[in-house]
């Protein structure tokens, strides 16, 4: 399976802090925002990873994680000139997607939780159909929201309404077969212009391929895009750190707990770094 990064629009709910930069280079406590979505892909045992931006972003995005050969990863670039939509990722990467899987995850969605490389392994074995993920909240009408009947059986998926027919939100992390780019590209764009993943996902719900896994009270997800978001993320980050004393996203611990790097490896980043706690605490783990 391939992983995708979305990374591309304008920020515009963070001017003026994103006029000139994007939003994922800015920092949730102690990281680049891209450092946590790009940890979800390297937890699910994803390798092989194409990071799509803007124009002007993509030499920062190179700047600051090259080609991935340091944590054992493959990274490549791709621009989207345009915000045209979550679906247009798929139409973006098709060369980088191939005849593989693929799982897209938005650049400014955070997720933890204690089961959630269990709960990605499992959503990476699908071979034919989607999987996507419904997750509480207090107001989903910023979301795209999973209607239930009464056995719980998902029947409509519907972007941003008004008065939403549930209180489950789909966060924007989706794995699909190959199928998918062929789906995005017969999606007709939307009233706002856009290719909506919404669309994508109401289109394997009509063929009943869409499998949805209702995520728990054991799972936080954490939505970046406003100001207020990248301050409680910012919050939780720095408490669940600070009291438990691991890192959460940092790609190099997570790469040599899969066996992408060595212990050598490891050891040579951490000395790199040894005047940060960052290094001070890659460092620390080869002494568990």
């Not at 693929?102 to 959630?116: E, H, K, M, S, T």
Request: glycine residues 10%; charged residues 25%.
């Amino acid at each position: 399976m391939k992983g995708i990064v979305l990374a591309g629009g304008k920020g515009t709910r963070l001017y003026p802090m994103t006029k000139v930069i994007s939003k994922h280079l800015l920092p949730i406590y102690d990281k680049p925002l891209i450092y946590y979505p790009l940890s979800v892909l390297m937890l699910a045992s994803i390798r092989d990873i194409l990071i799509i931006s803007t124009p002007e972003d993509i030499p920062l995005y190179k700047r600051l994680l090259g080609d991935g050969s340091n944590l054992g990863i493959k990274l490549s670039y791709k621009t989207q000139d345009q915000p045209r939509g979550i679906a247009d990722a798929f139409i973006v990467g098709e060369d980088f997607i191939g005849d593989s899987k693929v799982c897209l995850i938005l650049g400014d969605n955070v997720f933890y939780g204690q089961d959630l490389t269990k709960i990605l392994n499992n959503a990476k074995t699908i071979d034919d159909g989607a999987v996507i993920f419904g997750y509480p909240v207090k107001d989903a009408s910023s979301f795209g929201v999973v209607e239930f009947d009464e056995n719980r059986k998902v029947i409509s998926i519907e972007e941003k309404p008004e008065r939403p027919k549930s209180n489950y939100a789909v966060p924007g992390l989706y794995f699909y077969d190959n199928k998918v780019v062929e789906i995005a590209k017969n999606v007709k764009p939307s009233v706002r212009g856009e290719i909506e993943i919404t669309s994508v996902n109401n289109e394997y719900l009509r063929k009943g391929k869409l499998n949805v896994v209702l995520l728990g009270r054991g799972m936080a997800w954490l939505d970046t895009g406003t100001p207020e978001g990248m301050l409680k993320a910012a919050e939780f980050i720095e408490a669940i750190q600070s009291r438990q004393g691991f890192y959460i996203a940092c790609l190099e611990e997570i790469a040599w707990r899969r066996g992408f790097i060595n212990d050598q490896q490891l050891k040579e980043i951490g000395k790199s770094l040894c005047m940060t706690d960052y290094g001070k605490y890659i460092l620390s783990l080869l002494n568990e």
